[in-house]
């Protein structure tokens, strides 16, 4: 049974910051990906950060390069997201997920297979 559980959310002030964790269970973790996505309330569920296969690559949506920084411990099966400079906008809850290494579009939510079932990031003014 594949489980991916995340950690590492809370309350914190504009400014400050957190660091989400990732760890994955009973998934052949070479043959996936992993990738951060985050929800917030009335808000589809957007794209924020990840890896290209071989994690060579890491790819970040626009609003959060430059503040979030995705990496990973292959020996641990645990992907996380440093978050920086956080904003009020970027409060939602924060996902991570695994798509097949095989699937070219890494800010689509339907190539992901597995997701995790939230932490929530509150950030506040």
């Known amino acids: 049974q594949v489980q991916l559980v995340e950690s590492g959310g809370g309350l914190v002030q504009a400014g400050g910051s957190l660091r989400l964790s990732c760890a994955a269970s009973g998934l052949t973790y070479s043959s996936y990906v992993m990738g951060w996505f985050r929800q917030a309330p009335g808000k589809e569920r957007e794209f924020v950060a990840t890896?290209?296969?071989?994690?060579?690559?890491?790819y970040y949506a626009f609003s959060m390069k430059g503040r979030f920084t995705i990496s990973r411990d292959n020996a641990k099966n645990t992907v996380y997201l440093q978050m920086n400079s956080l904003k009020p906008e970027d409060t939602a809850v924060y996902y991570c997920?695994?798509?097949?290494?095989?699937?070219?579009?890494?800010?689509?939510?339907?190539?992901?297979?597995?997701w995790g079932q939230g932490t929530q990031v509150t950030v506040s003014s």
């Open positions: 890896f290209n296969w071989g994690g060579s690559t890491t």
């Open positions: 997920a695994a798509r097949p290494n095989y699937w070219g579009v890494y800010d689509d939510v339907r190539g992901y297979e597995y």
